[in-house]
C-alpha cells in the first residue's frame, strides 16, 4: 500500500521541521529575538524621538510629503530635486526634521536680529529729530497751542477742524501763567521721551548682544549637528542592512537544507514511483501469459462453437423402398384402392 498524497505531505512537513538547526538553536534564539528587538526600535526610532522630544508637527507639510512619498516611487528619489527628496525626507525620517528646524531656527533668530538693528537705528535717528524739533521749539519760543500741534502731528494723529477751533478757544481764554505752564508741561514731556527712547535704545542693544550670542551657540550647534547627523544616518540605514543580513545569513542554511531535503525526498519518491512501474509493465512475463491464456480461452471458446455447429447441421437423406409411395401408372390418374 502506498500512502496517500496528503499523508506523504504531512509526513514531509514534520520531517522538515525537525531536520531545521536554527529553530533548536537556544543560543541563536535569544540572538535572533534581539536582532528583531532591534529591528523594531530602528523602525519606530523616529516616531519616539518626535514623540520624547515633543519636536512640533507642521501638518500641512506633512500630508504633501505623504502624498508625495505615495504617489512617487523610491527608486526615483536620486532623480528628485533635492529640495523635493529632503521636503519628503523630513516626514520619515527625524534626523532630517531635526536639521531643518535648527535651520529655521537660527534664520529666524538672524531675522529677529536684524529687526533689532533696525528698530534700534529708526529711533536712534527719531531721537536725533525730536531733541532738534525741540532745540528748535525753544530757539522759536513755541507756546503751549503749538506743541500741542507738533505731539499730535508726530505721533499721526490729524486733529479735526472742529476740535482744532475747541483748542483755539481753550488756549484763548487762559491766564498767561496757566499757558507758560502749559508750555513747560509739554516740553518737559518731550524730553522725556529722548530720555525713555535713549534707554529703549540701550535696552535693545542689549537684546542684540543677547540675540548674537544665541545666534552664535545656534550656528555652532547647527554646524556641528550637520557634520556629524549625515554620518550618524549612515550608520543607522547601515545597522538597518546588518540586522536583515544576521536574519538572512541563518535562514540561508535552513532554507538551503530545507531545499535539498524536499528535493531529496521528491526524487526518492519519484524512484519508487518508478520501480512500481515494473509491476504494471506492458511488455512483461504477466502480460505474455495473460495473452497466452487469453488465446487459450479463445481457442476452447472457438472450439465449442464448432462442435455446436457440426451437430446443429442438416445432411440429405438417402432414399429407402419401404418409404417410397407406390408408383402410378401412367394414363391412370386414379389411384388404385387395395382391399384389405
Request: with cysteine; hydrophobic share 35%; charged share 25%.
Amino acid at each position: 500500500m502506498m500512502p496517500s498524497n496528503r499523508q506523504t505531505s504531512k509526513f514531509s512537513v514534520s520531517s522538515y521541521k525537525r531536520n531545521f538547526q536554527s529553530p533548536n538553536d537556544r543560543s541563536l534564539k535569544e540572538n535572533m529575538k534581539a536582532l528583531n528587538a532591534s529591528k523594531e526600535e530602528l523602525a519606530s526610532n523616529n516616531k519616539l524621538v518626535r514623540k520624547a522630544l515633543d519636536l512640533p508637527t507642521d501638518r500641512t507639510r506633512s500630508l504633501a510629503a505623504q502624498i508625495l512619498h505615495f504617489i512617487i516611487p523610491k527608486k526615483f528619489y536620486d532623480s528628485l530635486p533635492e529640495s523635493m527628496a529632503k521636503f519628503i525626507a523630513e516626514e520619515y525620517d527625524v534626523l532630517e526634521l531635526i536639521e531643518r528646524l535648527m535651520r529655521t531656527n537660527v534664520n529666524n533668530t538672524q531675522d529677529a536680529l536684524r529687526n533689532i538693528a533696525a528698530c534700534a537705528q529708526a529711533k536712534a535717528e527719531d531721537l536725533d529729530n525730536l531733541a532738534s524739533d525741540i532745540t528748535t521749539a525753544q530757539k522759536e519760543n513755541w507756546d503751549a497751542q503749538q506743541l500741542q500741534q507738533y505731539m499730535a502731528e508726530r505721533a499721526g494723529v490729524p486733529i479735526y477742524e472742529e476740535v482744532s477751533r475747541l483748542l483755539d478757544n481753550e488756549f484763548s481764554i487762559l491766564a498767561p501763567e496757566e499757558r507758560e505752564k502749559r508750555k513747560t508741561q509739554l516740553l518737559e514731556q518731550l524730553q522725556s521721551n529722548i530720555v525713555i527712547g535713549e534707554e529703549l535704545i540701550h535696552t535693545l542693544s542689549k537684546v542684540c548682544s543677547a540675540g548674537l550670542e544665541i545666534f552664535h551657540r545656534g550656528v555652532g550647534q547647527y554646524f556641528d549637528y550637520v557634520n556629524i547627523y549625515r554620518p550618524v544616518a549612515v550608520i543607522r540605514d547601515s545597522a538597518q542592512t546588518m540586522v536583515d543580513m544576521n536574519q538572512s545569513m541563518y535562514a540561508s542554511k535552513d532554507a538551503v537544507v530545507a531545499t535539498f531535503q524536499a528535493s531529496l525526498s521528491a526524487i526518492e519518491t519519484a524512484v519508487d514511483a518508478a520501480a512500481l512501474v515494473n509491476n504494471y509493465r506492458i511488455a512483461s512475463s504477466d502480460m505474455k501469459n495473460l495473452l497466452e491464456t487469453g488465446q487459450k480461452r479463445i481457442m476452447g471458446k472457438l472450439k465449442v462453437l464448432r462442435t455446436t455447429t457440426e451437430k446443429l447441421s442438416l445432411k440429405p437423406a438417402q432414399p429407402t423402398t419401404e418409404s417410397l409411395p407406390p408408383e402410378t401408372p401412367q394414363g391412370n390418374s386414379e389411384p388404385q384402392v387395395t382391399a384389405n
